[in-house]
């Protein structure tokens, strides 16, 4: 894969992303590592994330591996965005919460033992990075200059977490995972809530059908992949999802895009 042209529009940034090693996750750090952002990468599979840092260079870029539902972890992730990119000061402030996995099958037919892992890295996960990486945000602007007109406005801060389009209508096909996936979408229109009033947007994206390793992880039968991506191909790309990420990021700290969701466009439900 061709490594994007260098734009500055994120430079001032410390990212972390989880779950870096594939997929929609790899597709976004490509992409804010193109808008010139220092990134933190996440994932278990280590020497996947080694071979992505190779490819991009690594002044900007290194790398956490582990378990994304690790409170250690995250806080290793986090530490290492302060220290590597932030001079031991400033704390990430572009967190994309990303890591997860699917699971074929409902509440009555999906493989009770895989329950676990997923809740724990799709919902736990979730809530525990948002919030570590929400109290480091929070420091930034103490509540006493939160209304003191533009001091906020100077530090754009986001946490930016991938849904799903099952977390909001009913999976025919996997509904066990999707209601992992209305649990974040409650974590994150809470954090929203609770951390918007201090100049922190916590955004909701909502991905349909992306082609990834995510449908081999979920254990689709690929037979019945193929005929959904005939059916209402072309289907998204990760670089579909990521570009959605600087968009999000992008704008001034004072605009808020709080959700995308975001379908192939011949896909009709869910
Ligand atoms: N693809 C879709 O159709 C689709 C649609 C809607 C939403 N989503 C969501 O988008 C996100 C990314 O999915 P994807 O399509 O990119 O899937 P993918 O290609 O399977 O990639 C998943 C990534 O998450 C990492 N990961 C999984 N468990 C982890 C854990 N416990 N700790 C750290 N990293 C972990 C994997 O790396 P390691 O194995 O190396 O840890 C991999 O980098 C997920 O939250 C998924 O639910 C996907």
């Known amino acids: 894969m061709q490594t994007p042209l260098k734009s500055t529009l994120l430079k001032n940034r410390i990212a972390v992303v989880t779950g870096a090693s594939a997929g ?8 804010i590592v193109s808008h010139g952002g220092p990134t933190v990468l996440n994932a278990r599979r280590e020497a996947r994330l080694h071979e992505l840092i190779g490819e991009l260079g690594p002044e900007d870029i290194t790398a956490v591996a582990g378990d994304a539902s690790s409170e250690s972890v995250i806080e290793r992730m986090l530490d290492v965005a302060r220290h590597t990119f932030g001079a031991g000061h400033r704390d990430a402030d572009l967190v994309v919460v990303n890591a997860g996995r699917g699971l074929n099958g409902s509440v009555m037919t999906s493989d009770t033992a895989q329950w676990e892992e997923m809740v724990r890295t799709n919902l736990l996960g979730a809530a525990r990075l948002i919030r570590a990486a929400g109290l480091r945000m929070l420091k930034v602007v103490p509540d006493a200059e939160i209304n003191q007109k533009g001091a906020w ?24 995972y999707g209601a992992t996936k209305f649990g974040v979408h409650g974590l994150v229109e809470g954090a929203r809530r609770e951390l918007g009033p ?12 992306v082609r990834s390793e995510f449908q081999g992880v979920a254990g689709y039968d690929p037979k019945w992949i193929e005929g959904v991506w005939e059916r209402i191909g072309p289907v998204l790309e990760p670089a579909d999802i990521a570009r959605m990420v600087s968009f999000i990021a992008g704008q001034p700290a004072g605009v808020h895009v709080s959700d995308i969701l975001v379908r192939p466009t011949r896909q009709d439900y869910p």
């Not at 929609?24 to 992409?31: D, F, S, T, V, Y």
């Not at 201090?198 to 909502?206: A, N, Q």
Request: aromatic share 4%; no cysteine.
């Open 24 to 31: 929609i996750g790899e597709a976004i750090a490509r992409e």
């Open 153 to 176: 406005l100077k530090s754009p801060r986001d946490i930016i977490v991938i849904g799903s389009t099952v977390g909001r209508n009913v999976s025919p096909f996997s509904s066990m």
């Open 198 to 209: 201090k100049g922190i947007r916590v955004t909701l994206i909502e991905p349909a059908f």
